[in-house]
């Protein structure tokens, strides 16, 4: 089984409506991240969680809220979507704590079209 | 300037081929460096760190070279899999764990 599972891998929705992109982990890692990846902008910080109580904006989070449901949950929602949020959204996950390392691991990603 | 600027490619090259990937990053108290390779329409994947010294995983070589704030990757006997966009990606340890990702480079390994 993959160690970072996204759902749902495609969504089509209409401008206005709300939607909720899960991720869920099983490697251990406390720390958790949304990106979004448009073609040629390169991938771009969403929202970043280090613990359940640790929740930080990143460099574009509007339009955006995030929430930490456990360890190993972190869910994205678009309060109303507009078409600038069609995107391929990735999670990710990365060790903490003294000694870990930075490297992150994503999951495969939800396709988002909003018409 | 960019806080990663990676060669803008693409790069087309036949099997067997040796390519070079060349990256700059703009913070000097950056601390961790990373390549990454994506697949069409997949997750990023990590391909190999980054250390000073410079390392090897069998066709694959990073340098860093932290004077010049610039890092490559070179991939010997390039292959039909190795067709991939490669992201050069920076840690810059003030910044809380988070990573600062190249737009990436995309190879093309021809038959």
């Known amino acids: 089984d993959a160690d970072v599972t996204q759902t749902p891998r495609n969504r089509i929705t209409k401008t206005g409506k709300r939607i909720m992109l899960e991720c869920s982990q099983t490697k251990g890692h406390d720390r958790m991240y949304w990106y979004r990846q448009d073609p040629g902008l390169g991938l771009r910080l969403i929202y970043y969680s280090f613990d359940v109580k640790d929740i930080n904006k990143g460099e574009i989070s509007d339009g955006y809220s995030v929430s930490r449901q456990a360890q190993a949950k972190f869910s994205l929602s678009l309060e109303s979507a507009i078409p600038n949020q069609t995107a391929l959204y990735f999670c990710?996950?990365?060790?903490?704590?003294?000694?870990?390392?930075?490297?992150?691991?994503f999951g495969p990603g939800t396709r988002l079209t909003v018409t | 300037r960019k806080e990663v600027e990676q060669d803008p490619g693409p790069f087309n090259v036949p099997e067997g081929a040796t390519v070079a990937f060349n990256c700059t990053y703009s913070?000097?108290?950056?601390?961790?460096f990373f390549w990454y390779r994506q697949d069409c329409r997949k997750e990023p994947k990590l391909l190999m760190s980054?250390?000073?010294s410079g390392n090897e995983d069998g066709r694959f070589t990073a340098q860093l070279n932290r004077a010049s704030q610039y890092i490559s990757l070179l991939i010997r006997d390039s292959k039909l899999s190795d067709s991939a966009t490669y992201l050069c990606?920076?840690?810059?340890?003030?910044?809380?764990?988070?990573?600062?990702f190249g737009k990436g480079t995309l190879l093309t390994v021809n038959p």
């Open positions: 980054v250390y000073s």
């Open positions: 990606v920076v840690n810059i340890v003030r910044s809380n764990y988070k990573l600062t």
């Open positions: 913070n000097s108290a950056s601390q961790s």
């Open positions: 990710a996950t990365s060790a903490g704590g003294r000694g870990s390392s930075y490297e992150q691991y």
